[in-house]
């Protein structure tokens, strides 16, 4: 009997210990994740989990940044990646389709705890939404320091980088005050030109290129240049009547066509009576940095280099 008894207690206590360790288990199991709350401009409120792992980023801006903070990447647009950034074009990372048809069959199965979009995306927020958190960054031409720290600040307040991130800014602001204060000493002026297909156009002040003036401090060669995506459409013989002191040249056709035709297009015998072309002075920019993922720790400090080595 005493036997029994015994066997009994050990039974009931080895259910008790086991029921405990389910609850622990279950109550380990419902222990919400700390979030933090984002507002950006297509939807305030959205609650992101902090330290997510598995990231979907379709702004190579936020890659650039991600790729400097070695932050966690779980899927990207792996068909139009920057040359820098070809390490995303692995197998360890998922490919979530094009910037503008983005696979969403392909985010859904990946089950992603954050989803990063810009532009070309936005008309499809919604549908990003109802997958994962999704969050909407942009680079203001007006503002394009503040836009630039303010979307690096986000990854440093999901992934609690903070210190990090005001190192790599601080970094940056260094570099761009050195650069002004070149440019502030220079009368040399500048023009920005896009090449594309043999044409070229031309960016000036508050355009997409606007920083080489109101943020590096290059002296524009033309205020009155046309405001557009695109740029204005100009001739070679506007450019000569300009005659720039400097030319800053960014190829569309070797990032989109994978044909370099910048300098063909641009030295050509009527250039060859500019000051830009004689001086030396015609500044070929990398479209990786410049056309693809401006807004990035790596790309921002590489875009102020590359004006910054160019001027006298």
């Known amino acids: 009997m005493k036997k029994f008894l015994f066997i009994l207690l050990i039974g009931l206590m080895t259910f008790a210990l086991a029921a405990c360790g389910s609850e622990d288990a279950q109550g380990d199991s419902n222990d919400e994740k700390e979030t933090i709350t984002?507002?950006?401009?297509?939807?305030?409120?959205?609650?992101?989990?902090?330290?997510?792992?598995?990231?979907?980023?379709?702004?190579?801006?936020m890659l650039d940044s991600?790729?400097?903070?070695?932050?966690?990447?779980?899927?990207?647009?792996?068909?139009?990646?920057?040359?820098?950034?070809?390490?995303?074009?692995?197998?360890?990372?998922?490919?979530?389709g094009g910037l503008k048809e983005p696979d969403f069959e392909a985010i859904h199965a990946m089950d992603p705890d954050l989803i990063i979009i810009s532009g070309?995306?936005?008309?499809?927020?919604?549908?990003?939404?109802?997958?994962?958190?999704?969050i909407y960054?942009?680079?203001?031409?007006?503002?394009?320091?503040?836009?630039?720290?303010?979307?690096?600040?986000?990854?440093?307040?999901?992934?609690?980088?903070?210190?990090?991130?005001?190192?790599?800014?601080?970094?940056?602001?260094?570099?761009?005050?050195?650069?002004q204060e070149k440019a502030e000493n220079t009368v040399k002026n500048g023009l920005v030109l896009l090449s594309n297909g043999g044409k070229v156009s031309a960016f000036g002040?508050?355009?997409?290129?606007?920083?080489?003036?109101?943020?590096?401090?290059?002296?524009?060669?033309?205020?009155?240049?046309?405001?557009?995506?695109?740029?204005?459409?100009?001739?070679?013989?506007?450019?000569?009547?300009?005659?720039?002191?400097?030319?800053?040249?960014?190829?569309?056709?070797?990032?989109?066509n994978d044909q370099p035709m910048a300098q063909e297009t641009i030295?050509?015998?009527?250039?060859?009576?500019?000051?830009?072309?004689?001086e030396d002075q015609i500044v070929y920019l990398d479209p990786n940095y410049w056309y693809l993922s401006g807004g990035g720790i790596i790309s921002v400090s590489e875009m102020i280099s590359a004006v910054s080595d160019a001027i006298e």
């Open 66 to 96: 991600m790729k400097a903070l070695d932050l966690p990447v779980a899927g990207v647009p792996k068909d139009s990646l920057p040359t820098y950034l070809e390490e995303y074009k692995s197998d360890d990372y998922e490919h979530v």
């Open 205 to 256: 002040p508050g355009s997409r290129f606007g920083m080489v003036h109101e943020v590096f401090g290059v002296k524009p060669a033309d205020e009155n240049i046309e405001v557009a995506q695109h740029g204005q459409n100009v001739s070679f013989e506007y450019i000569v009547d300009l005659d720039p002191d400097y030319l800053f040249v960014i190829d569309r056709d070797a990032v989109v």
């Open 38 to 61: 984002i507002d950006h401009k297509l939807e305030e409120g959205v609650e992101v989990e902090k330290n997510p792992e598995k990231v979907v980023v379709f702004d190579f801006g």
């Open 120 to 134: 070309r995306q936005m008309d499809a927020y919604e549908d990003f939404s109802e997958i994962a958190p999704t």
């Open 137 to 179: 960054v942009e680079l203001d031409t007006d503002n394009y320091m503040e836009s630039f720290e303010h979307n690096v600040g986000l990854l440093g307040k999901i992934f609690n980088k903070e210190d990090e991130v005001q190192e790599e800014i601080d970094q940056v602001n260094e570099q761009l005050t050195e650069l």
């Open 267 to 278: 030295e050509n015998k009527l250039m060859e009576n500019t000051t830009a072309y004689q």
